[in-house]
């Protein structure tokens, strides 16, 4: 089956300890992205990646950082996490990026600083 | 740059009536709009897009929306809601030149079907 993953999905941490959420798609596509999603705010985009070795910033990448190692894996990393990081995260996909093609995601990562 | 304002936050209708969730753009450039749809506690997947050609454009669970350039709208309809259209519904607008890779949200609507 067609899909993006992400883990873990459910996760409460405290303040200023490192962690990372993995998200990995299975449908050979070469742009990934990474989505925090507030009340009140809809979706914005945190990080997003054209290729392996190929990441940008998107509108909001403070506190953040992702690699992209493998074409299907792609990290989101929390080096520092503070309360402001509280959030649900969502990864996508999609074939090669361009605007007009359908984004895949993921189930989610609901996350909280403490 | 782009924006999308999604003008009511939530949207409570009685099962089997119409329903039009509200979407406005601004952008500069020719753009492509999107609505997905959130599922509860699932991620988002696509309704219907619009990219070019016809207005009115159809997509999935009986949802339709027609792109209006003039009023820079993109409202998204359905004639009778059922239940399980219990979720949340997000317009999204990009740019359609070239080199453009980002998709920008609204802040969506929660459409609440009542029996």
């Known amino acids: 089956e067609a899909q993006v993953t992400q883990n873990p999905r459910y996760l409460i941490t405290v303040t200023g300890k490192k962690l990372t959420v993995t998200c990995s798609q299975n449908?050979?596509?070469?742009?990934m992205s990474w989505y925090r999603q507030d009340p009140g705010l809809g979706l914005r985009q945190i990080y997003y990646?054209?290729?392996?070795?190929?990441?940008d910033k998107g509108d909001v990448p403070e506190g953040y950082k992702v690699s992209r190692k493998e074409k299907r894996n792609f990290p989101l990393i929390l080096e520092s996490p503070s309360p402001n990081q509280t959030s649900l995260y969502f990864c996508?996909?999609?074939?090669?990026?361009?605007?007009?093609?359908?984004?895949?995601f993921g189930p989610g990562t609901r996350l909280l600083v403490l | 740059a782009q924006s999308v304002t999604q003008l009511d936050s939530q949207v409570p209708v009685f099962e089997e009536a119409p329903v039009e969730l509200r979407c406005n753009y601004s952008?500069?450039?020719?753009?492509?709009l999107f609505w997905y749809v959130q599922y509860p506690n699932q991620g988002l997947q696509l309704l219907l897009k619009?990219?070019?050609?016809?207005?009115l454009v159809k997509g999935i669970n009986g949802f339709e929306a027609e792109f209006n350039k003039s009023q820079t709208s993109f409202h998204l309809r359905k004639p009778s809601v059922h239940i399980s259209d219990t979720a949340e519904y997000f317009c999204?607008?990009?740019?359609?030149?070239?080199?453009?890779?980002?998709?920008?949200f609204g802040k969506g609507t929660k459409l609440s079907v009542i029996p």
């Open positions: 996508a996909s999609s074939p090669t990026g361009r605007i007009g093609e359908t984004q895949y």
């Open positions: 449908m050979n596509h070469e742009y």
């Open positions: 990646s054209m290729n392996v070795e190929v990441t």
């Open positions: 952008s500069s450039v020719s753009v492509y």
């Open positions: 619009y990219l070019s050609g016809s207005t």
């Open positions: 999204a607008v990009g740019n359609s030149g070239a080199g453009s890779y980002q998709l920008t």
